[in-house]
């Protein structure tokens, strides 16, 4: 009996340190401007019925003004997604060797994960500021100004718990005709 409970245990601690695997950081160039983060996201999808559809991984960010790579990892760490986007061009390279092209990077990312994510806003809400399209409305800021609430481009936005990079807790929340997306990014400490 001792043996079968220390087998489950062991089990139990693997899965949950594997739950808290990030990516490696993306290899930029060093170049002046470069922008990255990594850490992990977990997305809730409630249709109105009531049933829920969750998943959770990491996700590794590298922007270079020109130029965006977004990966997504399961839990294990595996890369089941890539996004890469310039201005009008985004392509998704999934984990089976699909690769898809559109102009719009929320939609490829709906394709890999099943729900919309706002690709399109991350560039600038991981810095801690504003997208300039479209424009921004109810927004909130703290005492250095920094944006902690808004609604754009369709969500709900809260930002939180900012470093000298930008925050390092964003809750994003979008609300269509027959569901509810929950969208929570946690940034690992720079």
Request: proline share 6%; hydrophobic share 40%; with cysteine.
């Amino acid at each position: 009996m001792f043996r079968g409970w220390r087998a489950a245990m062991t089990a139990a601690l693997c899965m949950v340190l594997a739950a808290c695997a990030t990516p490696d950081r993306i290899a930029g160039s060093g170049a002046a401007g470069e922008f990255s983060r990594v850490g992990r996201f977990a997305l809730t999808v409630t249709a109105d019925d009531g049933k829920q559809d969750a998943v959770q991984g990491g996700f590794s960010w590298l922007d270079d003004g020109r130029r965006y790579v977004l990966d997504l990892t399961n839990p294990l760490g595996a890369t089941q997604a890539r996004v890469e986007g310039r201005p009008g061009m985004a392509v998704l390279n999934k984990s089976d060797g699909t690769r898809l092209q559109a102009q719009d990077p929320d939609g490829l990312v709906e394709d890999a994960i099943g729900s919309r994510v706002p690709v399109s806003g991350l560039r600038d809400w991981l810095r801690g500021r504003l997208a300039p399209t479209p424009p921004a409305t109810h927004v909130e800021r703290d005492t250095e100004r920094r944006p902690v609430s808004f609604d754009q481009g369709g969500w709900q936005a809260r930002l939180s718990r900012y470093d000298a990079l930008g925050p390092q807790v964003l809750v994003l929340e979008r609300k269509e005709p027959d569901r509810r997306i929950l969208l929570r990014l946690v940034v690992n400490p720079s």
